[in-house]
């Protein structure tokens, strides 16, 4: 069966500093992967999507960026946070069906 | 450009049936999905809808017009573990993008 790791759970991160949140995917190939973020009593905003290696699309550039270096994981990385960068920062994948599946996510929390 | 929305918040009773509406505008629409959120979780899928009609699953139905571009997610014999923000959400035909809406915040009284 397919299982979705994304970690850590919590982060507290001082302004200005660096973010790399990491997402793996077992139990499938080739999957579509995502990062969305949500603020708080928000929905989501799909920040970055990706079909395979090294082919992302962003829809929210700014801040952040994403790389997917093997097949079945996807980074999501800041050089510089900011205040507004904190959120509740979801990655999922998607396989032959339509749905996508959610990691636990991780609340990002920047001061 | 896309564009998703439903109510921010309802409120129905344990025992009854609540009905959330979700209309949308997007180029390239490849299906519409529900998903439910409980605080502080990640959402789980509920339903995909892709033609137009009813889907039943459970308590849950799900309902789908494409030629008015709208969906609503219905609730039946209402529980308390309801209580719940759910997602409207909406696939583009042509790339992989899903894109959500804001959600519903559903409270279930007793």
């Known amino acids: 069966s397919q299982t979705i790791h994304q970690w850590p759970a919590t982060l507290v991160q001082p302004v200005g500093s660096p973010l790399s949140l990491e997402c793996t995917v077992e139990?499938?190939?080739?999957?579509?992967l995502y990062w969305y973020r949500q603020a708080a009593g928000r929905g989501l905003q799909l920040l970055f999507y990706?079909?395979?290696?090294?082919?992302i699309s962003s829809e929210v550039p700014q801040n952040l960026s994403a790389s997917r270096p093997q097949d079945r994981q996807f980074i999501l990385s800041s050089k510089k946070l900011l205040l507004s960068d904190s959120g509740f920062y979801l990655c999922?994948?998607?396989?032959?069906?339509?749905?996508?599946?959610f990691g636990q996510g991780t609340r990002l929390t920047v001061v | 450009g896309q564009n998703i929305d439903q109510p921010t918040e309802m409120t129905a009773t344990e025992g009854a049936i609540v009905q959330i509406n979700c209309t949308y505008q997007?180029?390239?629409?490849?299906?519409l999905f529900w998903y439910q959120q409980h605080a502080g979780e990640a959402p789980t899928f509920l339903s995909y809808n892709v033609l137009d009609g009813l889907e039943e699953k459970g308590r849950f139905s799900s309902f789908l017009s494409r030629s008015k571009g709208y969906s609503y997610l219905l609730l039946k014999e209402l529980q308390m573990k309801d209580s719940a923000s759910y997602l409207c959400?909406?696939?583009?035909?042509?790339?992989?993008?899903?894109?959500f809406g804001s959600g519903t915040r559903l409270s279930i009284r007793p």
């Open positions: 997007t180029s390239g629409f490849n299906g």
């Open positions: 959400a909406v696939r583009v035909r042509g790339a992989s993008k899903i894109i």
């Open positions: 139990g499938t190939s080739n999957p579509n």
């Open positions: 999922a994948w998607r396989g032959q069906g339509p749905e996508a599946f």
């Open positions: 990706s079909i395979g290696i090294d082919q």
